[in-house]
């Protein structure tokens, strides 16, 4: 069985700058990989920023965040990238980029190298086909945000080893996560469940049975929900939310799952939420405030 002693992440945004956090504080070497040279310092900044807040809240102590950040270094190239133990693809939720990035890498691999996605919603048996090594390929699914969230989904596709599922499972347990075991279906099990409903509380707001503010509020006090599903869309990314119910709807092909046509139009003004500072909450003052 493979020994993970260095774990590479593709994708610097906001999802691996948090599983390259993660990783570090488990006590990997991490290498954080972009195809834009200028997010992983970026990315490297923004992990610091979290780390020196939480020594200002006595969470973390100061020599702990200074040995994290140390663990983490940016890969130069997919050669660099290659010759790591485990590699976690965190690119954008788009098919054909997972399995561009995959094939561009394959030249690259070591011969034990493990390869995983953290793809929320896409097949994990059709992204390993785009691989040397489908038997060696898993889908590591993080929560966001990593470094908080308990739960990594553990999918394996058809071809995945059971060594493979083992390390897998073994790895995600060593950075204090609890696993659990999703089959290989259109969006798993956490976002089979949780976007559809945020989909709905779309159509609740486009059909005007509520408006933002009482959908959050009916959800957080009536169902005991820590964030109501719009706040949780912007925080999520609406381009995400939309992707996924996108692999529903084709994967499933029932129409339960149509895509509300009000998530569309957001998306289409590029309203993504939080990260863009506008989706169904504008984020340009202190306060969040309702768009609709």
Known sequence: MTTIRTVAIIGAGQMGAGIAQTVAAGGYTVRLYDASSER??????????????????????????????????????????????????????DEAVKKAIFSELTPYLAPQTLLASNTSSISITRLAA??????????????????????????????????????????AESLGKTTTN????????????????????????????????SIDTALKLGANHPMGPLELADFMGLDVVLAIMNV????????????????VKYVEAGWLGKKSGRGFYDYAGDTPVPTR
């Open 40 to 93: 992983p310092p970026l990315a490297q900044a923004a992990i610091a920023a979290t780390l020196a807040r939480q020594v200002e809240r006595e969470i973390t102590a100061q020599a702990e965040a200074d040995a994290i950040m140390g663990r983490i270094s940016i890969a130069a190239d997919l050669a660099q990238v290659g010759a790591s133990d485990l590699i976690i693809e965190a690119a954008v939720e």
């Open 130 to 171: 785009a691989t040397d090594r489908p038997e060696r390929f898993i889908g590591l699914h993080f929560m966001k945000p990593a470094p908080v969230m308990k739960l990594v989904e553990i999918i394996r596709g058809i071809a995945t080893s059971a060594d493979t599922y083992a390390i897998a499972v073994a790895f």
């Open 182 to 213: 999703a089959e290989d279906f259109p969006a798993f099990i956490v976002n089979r469940i949780l976007v559809p409903m945020i989909n709905e509380a779309i159509y609740t707001l486009y059909e005007g049975v509520g408006n933002v503010a």
């Open 248 to 263: 529903l709807y084709d994967g499933l092909a029932d129409s339960k799952y149509r895509p509300c046509p009000l998530l």
